[in-house]
């Protein structure tokens, strides 16, 4: 009896064991779909996660890239062709962006900035055995323009050497602005002779060349520096239909009215020139002994525009006094050369007493700047393509309050939001 006892409770064990094995068999094939689910979610999840980090990385260098082309006076659809080179280069792939500036939304809308918005569908792995549904994801980057400076000088040319030229004895005091160069070069700026010079800053995409000290605020030089953009690059062009008009060169006295005038303009005597804008087509020359004003009453100052790469030669002993418009779209403009021109040099000398009053916008040209004078208040604005400065002047920031604006130098780019 003992013997079959223990023989009997043997067999009830092991079938006993071979219902555990069948029942947690049966558990494991029930819940593997939820384990292997669980562990697919943990792994989509950090690809999820680590996508979404390359996205807003993608879409920050996308919006730096805009930022950059906006400070060099693009428009909207070369800085959005930036951006999206710039995300398409970085993996974008079918994704899509959308590029503002400035911003629609956030704290930067009224600023210099780009935004960035890119969206993409991410693919499911595991988890599709769930949802065939893509996964959304969206990044913002906004870029921020800061303008370390302002500049009175502003020479545009690339790569000339010397683009920005201090000589002879000239003596320039720059208050609350600086001189800016958008040269590679070495020598972007050069500061020769015995000519003195004062200034917030020198600020150079290349380098700066000082044959003597100079005094600035800035502790030093800023080379290798982001460029400047044109202030002006937006600016449209006078219209120059309607008919010729003509300056008697041979009266010894005469008030010219707005307009354009078709074979240049040659101006002996005094001259009074109404409030307006000039329009002409072929070399203005201001010879000497000549007396330049705005006729009175001069209501709102007048802009004088230089078509194709025609010249202006004023001569030391003209004495001109001219102001550039204090509102419209001209504002602040007194002189401004075409940019489709060709290569050329404008001459500005005059007087002591002379005073030009406004910006020298002269984009395709080298502007020579001779004479010992300034605008109302020291406002007088040089921007041109090269500059040679050999003129003794007082240059001023604050000319608000003449129509002029400010002209950013050292801009930075940062990523805000």
């Not at 989509?44 to 980090?53: A, I, P």
């Not at 002379?354 to 020291?378: E, R």
Request: aromatic share 6%.
């Amino acid at each position: 009896m003992n013997t079959f006892g223990r023989i009997f409770r043997q067999f009830v064990s092991r079938r006993l064991r071979r219902g555990e094995s069948g029942n947690v068999a049966t558990i494991f094939a029930l819940t593997l779909p939820i384990v292997v689910g669980g562990a697919g979610l943990g792994v989509e999840t950090s690809y999820w996660y680590y996508s979404s980090l390359k996205l807003q990385a993608t879409a920050d260098a996308a919006a730096y890239a805009g930022a950059l082309e906006k400070i060099q006076g693009s428009d909207t659809a070369t800085i959005t062709a930036a951006a999206t080179q710039s995300a398409t280069d970085n993996g974008l792939g079918n994704g899509t962006i959308t590029v503002h500036t400035p911003p629609t939304s956030g704290p930067n809308t009224a600023k210099k900035a780009v935004e960035v918005i890119l969206n993409q569908n991410l693919d499911r792995m595991f988890t599709s055995i769930f949802t065939q549904t893509k996964v959304p994801e969206q990044a913002r980057a906004v870029a921020l323009i800061a303008d370390a400076s302002k500049a009175c000088v502003l020479a545009l040319n690339k790569s000339a050497s010397q683009a920005a030229l201090f000589s002879g004895s000239t003596s320039v005091k720059l208050t609350g602005c600086s001189v800016m160069s958008n040269s590679s070069a070495a020598d972007a700026i050069k500061v020769q002779g015995s000519a003195g010079l004062q200034a917030d800053c020198l600020i150079s995409v290349g380098g700066v060349s000082l044959n003597n000290p100079v005094t600035t605020t800035c502790k030093s030089p800023i080379t290798q520096a982001l460029p400047a953009s044109d202030p002006f690059s937006s600016l449209p062009a006078p219209s120059t239909s309607g008919s010729c008009q003509n300056v008697n060169s041979g009266k010894s006295t005469q008030t010219i009215q707005p307009g354009t005038y078709c074979n240049g303009m040659n101006l002996n005597g005094n001259v009074a020139l109404s409030s307006g804008t000039y329009v002409v087509q072929g070399n203005l020359k201001i010879n000497a002994g000549a007396v330049i004003t705005c006729a009175a009453p001069c209501t709102n100052g007048v802009t004088i525009y230089m078509t194709g790469s025609n010249t202006i030669s004023m001569n030391g002993n003209a004495t001109v006094t001219l102001s550039a418009p204090t509102s419209g779209t001209y504002s602040g403009v007194l002189f401004y050369g075409d940019r489709t021109g060709n290569a050329a040099q404008s001459t500005f000398n005059g007087t002591a007493t002379s005073s030009l009053t406004g910006a020298i916008y002269f984009p395709k040209q080298q502007v020579n700047y001779l004479g010992n004078f300034s605008g109302a208040n020291g406002c007088t604005q040089v921007v041109a393509d090269t500059i040679q400065w050999s003129g003794n002047s007082t240059i001023n920031q604050n000319c608000s309050s003449l129509g002029l604006q400010d002209i950013p130098a050292a801009p930075s780019v940062a990523i805000v939001e």
